[in-house]
């Protein structure tokens, strides 16, 4: 048994804007609301681009909605002469909960590297974000059977300097970049191998009681019909889930494990 609240991400990328932002929203309330769904049981959240972040947001607030925001991303720097950059207190002035940081695209398009999303985790804890942070491997990594020590490498990147308080405040987001958008999804044992290596390094490198209470999370091709076997998982704590976010039907059977 574990006390770990699961928690389900719904990472939108780039689709959506306002407007459609704020009606998927609110379709999502609906349906949750009809599936008599536990917020306090199963934390949901939506990640939106940051043009659509301040209008969810006030359509949460105002309707008291349970869903949580998370931005896509965010900025290592402060404040200053960073061009394009969203500052962590900019995003708590939007009353976002949670920023995506190092997601593979992140890495991949725009070159994050563990230095860099070390910096971005620390940025938000700061500013009393909960960092997502986002590790895995790519298929060659995999094939060569180095995903595990890759991964916990990108750990220990983004996690270096930290305390254990300020690691308490991280959620850990396991997105083999193979599995991502492809429709190929890891074997719940691929997600919990994975996710219990990490607990394990942290437990090593951290501290056991955070590593024991640190949410890990699956993301890659998460549906309704494959959810429940994910979450079955004892190391696995919840889902980000890119795709299958944008279908209300879809998200809202995610957040309750159900099959469609
Ligand atoms: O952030 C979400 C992940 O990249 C997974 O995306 P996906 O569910 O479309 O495979």
């Given at each position: 048994?574990t ?25 999502l309330?609906?349906?949750l ?5 536990d917020y ?24 008291e ?25 900019q ?23 563990d ?8 940025a ?17 990594v ?25 690691v ?16 190929e ?39 309704a ?36």
């Open positions: 048994m006390d770990r609240t699961p928690l389900m991400v719904g990472n939108w990328k780039l689709n959506l804007d306002h407007h459609q932002g704020i009606q998927l929203v609110q379709k309330a609906w349906s609301k009809d599936a008599e769904h306090e049981a199963v934390e949901v959240a939506v990640a939106p681009s940051f043009t659509s972040l301040r209008s969810v947001q006030t359509l949460i607030d105002a309707d909605l349970g869903i949580k925001l998370s931005s896509q991303d965010i900025s290592s720097h402060a404040k200053g002469a960073y061009t394009g950059e969203v500052s962590a207190e995003l708590t002035a939007l009353g976002v909960d949670f920023a995506i940081v190092g997601h593979s695209e992140r890495r991949d398009y725009h070159g994050e590297s230095t860099i999303v070390g910096a971005k985790v620390a938000a804890i700061a500013a009393g974000i909960t960092p997502i942070l986002c590790v895995g491997e790519k298929l060659e995999r094939q060569a059977g180095e995903h595990v020590s890759l991964t916990l490498s990108q750990i220990d990147g983004a996690l270096e300097g930290l305390s254990a308080e300020q308490a405040d991280v959620v850990v987001a396991y997105e083999p970049v193979w599995a991502i958008g492809t429709g999804v890891a074997t719940p044992e691929d997600a919990q191998e994975m996710a219990e290596a990490i607990r394990a390094r942290v437990a090593e490198t951290v501290d056991p009681d955070v590593a024991a209470g640190m949410r890990i999370l699956y993301g890659g091709s998460v549906k019909d494959n959810v429940a076997a994910i979450m079955a998982k004892p190391d696995v704590d919840g889902a980000l889930v890119g795709g299958a976010s944008l279908v209300v039907e879809q998200f809202a059977a995610i957040a309750g494990f159900r099959s469609l």
